[in-house]
């Protein structure tokens, strides 16, 4: 799981804090460990120890079964899709529910029309984040890996479609077929109507742009360069630009605990957010913007006004034909 035989391991290679309750078999103390991309959880101390960040210890899931579960899934999507496919499908899991937590599917705007599932979920997120980080105590016990972990087990869920190359068939096919992956999608989602949209909708930005592309990789500058680690390396690992990082978003998790839009500026998921073929855009903020939604698949222009359409949602939608 651990150590130098995982350089050779593709898609491998944050140098990160471990399991504290491994580590004190260490006489020297906490060890910086390589993690494969797939190790969110020491199935054995049940402990948080991904993905790279702060390098605080991660919480212990003692309370937290499902997200312990969730790791042996995630094990079990490796098995049996291989590691790209793995590691594309868990991140954009991330990523819709770092959207979902935010505003995607109007759910904030109008929450009277929100589905119940979805509310649920977004509950449980919440419910999970003010266990590992109590309102006020920000400072001291924010770390963005703590929302990773908030989300993990519905992040797996969905990556269980977004890896099979069934699923991704079914969502690049006609409206038929796109039917049977919106049902899938819909029920993971807590969703069970769920109809792709042209705004506000990764998963209808997914649909229209990017399933029917090979997964796409880790970012190469540190994981695919093995010969450019030393051992000095990894006792560095909290950077000043990381720590820089993290004071940045702890700020501004503790104004405004808006914890989806602190996952989605996380470096962690920027290989999904901003895929090879994405629109480039000047900010990060307007690649955030782009991941969902589309002008391909579902948009139906309005007669006028388009410029009104961001956040417009009183127009006719394009629906699947039933
Ligand atoms: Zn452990």
């Known amino acids: 799981m651990t150590g130098l035989k995982d350089f050779t391991e593709p898609g491998t290679a944050h140098p990160q804090i471990g399991c504290p309750r491994c580590d004190a078999r260490y006489p020297g103390g906490p060890v910086f460990r390589i993690f494969p991309h797939h190790r969110y959880v020491c199935t054995r101390h049940r402990y948080w120890i991904g993905p790279p960040d702060i390098n605080r210890p991660g919480p212990d899931l ?4 499902e997200i312990v579960t969730a790791q042996r899934r ?3 999507l490796l098995r049996r899709y291989g590691w790209a496919a793995t590691y594309d499908a868990v991140l954009t899991g991330f990523m819709f529910c770092a959207h979902l937590w935010e505003n995607a599917l109007n759910v904030d705007l109008d929450p009277t029309n929100a589905p119940l ?3 649920l979920k977004r509950a449980v997120w919440t419910m999970r984040t003010m266990i590992f980080i109590p309102p006020g105590t920000e400072r001291e016990t924010f770390t963005t890996a703590k929302l990773f972990a908030a989300v993990y087990p519905d992040a797996v869920n969905i990556a269980e479609l977004i890896a099979s190359p069934g699923y991704r068939a079914l969502a690049a096919g006609d409206d038929g077929r796109l039917r049977l992956f919106c049902a899938a999608i819909g029920h993971r989602i807590g969703v069970p109507d769920y109809q792709p949209q042209d705004d506000l909708d990764p998963i209808g930005h997914w649909i229209a742009e990017d399933c029917w592309h ?3 990789p880790p970012p190469t500058t540190f994981a695919a360069a093995p010969g450019h680690r030393r051992p000095s390396h990894l006792t560095k690992a909290t950077t000043k630009a990381a720590r820089d990082r993290h004071d940045n978003s702890v700020t501004w998790f503790a104004r405004k605990r808006s914890p989806g839009n602190v996952l989605l500026h996380h470096r ?5 957010l901003i895929r090879e073929w994405s629109i480039r855009m000047e900010q990060f903020a307007g690649a955030i913007y782009q991941s969902q939604r589309t002008k391909l698949r579902f948009w139906t222009p309005a007669p006028e006004a388009t410029e009104k359409r961001s956040h417009d949602f009183t ?3 394009k629906r699947l034909s039933t």
Do not use: M, Q, Y
């Open 315 to 317: 127009g006719e939608k």
């Open 62 to 65: 003692d309370d937290f079964p």
């Open 268 to 272: 962690t998921v920027h290989p999904v």
């Open 214 to 216: 090979d997964p796409s």
């Open 117 to 119: 599932g979805l509310v």
């Open 74 to 76: 995630h094990l079990r």
